[in-house]
C-alpha cells in the first residue's frame, strides 16, 4: 500500500519541538524509557505469576494468560503492519527535527506502534489478572505510547492506534481463553510431578484475581457455610 497521509503531522512537529526544548537529562531519561520500559511490564508479569501460585486456578490462569495475550497483541500488531506501507515521521516530515533516537530504516513502517500495541496488551491483560494495578499499568502504557512520539519515531495515530488494537486483542484473548487455561491448572495442580505444581503452585483458598490466602469474600462465604453445616448436624 501507499503511505497513508500523514494524519497528524502537525501534532507530531509541536511535540518534536517540546522534546527538544526539555532538559538533556529528560531526554535521556525518554530514549530509556521507550527502549527498556517494556521490560518493567515483563516483570509485573513474572510478579503476578509469583502471586498467584498460592491463588485459586481462576487467578492462576489469568496470571500466565496476561503474557500470552499480550503476545497476541504484538503479533496482531505486527500484522497489521506489514499491511500499511506507512514512513516513518522522523523521515517523511518536511522540517521536522532530527529524531532523538536513531530512525529505524525504510521498511520498518510506522503504522501501528508496535511498542505501543504491547504497552497496552500488557496494561490491559495485567489489569484483568491483578485487581488495582490498572492504576500503574495504564499510565505506563499510556507514557510507553507518547514516547515514542517524543523520540521521533511515531505519529501521534501510530500511537493511539496501536494501544487501542494491543488493549483490545488482550481482552478478547483473556476472556476467550480463561476457562479452558483454568481448567489445565486445575489439572496440573493434581499433577504428579513436583515440577509442574512449582510452575502453577499448590493453591489455596482465594476470592479470585489478586486476593490470595483465603481473605476475600468467598472465603468467608464458604466459612459461613461450613458452620452452618455444623449447627445443622448438631
Known sequence: ?????????GLYLDISAFAHSTPHWFQKLAEVWTELGLLLFGVL?????WRMRRGSPDAMALALLAPLATAFG?????????LIDEER????????PVSLVACPPH?????PSNHSAIAGAAAIALALSWRGI??????MALLMAFSRVFVGVHYPHDVTVGLLVGGAVAF????TARRPVRALVETARSS???AVVWCVGRGGVASGPGRIGGRGPVHAAARRRRQSTRSVGR
Open 45 to 49: 508479569f513474572v510478579a503476578g505469576w
Open 192 to 194: 504428579g510431578s513436583g
Open 89 to 96: 515521521p522522523c523521515r517523511a516530515v518536511a522540517g521536522a
Open 107 to 111: 521498511g520498518d513502517w510506522s503504522f
Open 1 to 9: 500500500m501507499d503511505n497513508l497521509p500523514h494524519l497528524s503531522d
Open 172 to 175: 478478547v484473548v483473556v476472556k
Open 134 to 139: 490498572v492504576w500503574l499499568t495504564a499510565p
Open 74 to 82: 504484538y503479533v496482531v500488531s505486527e500484522g497489521v503492519k506489514s
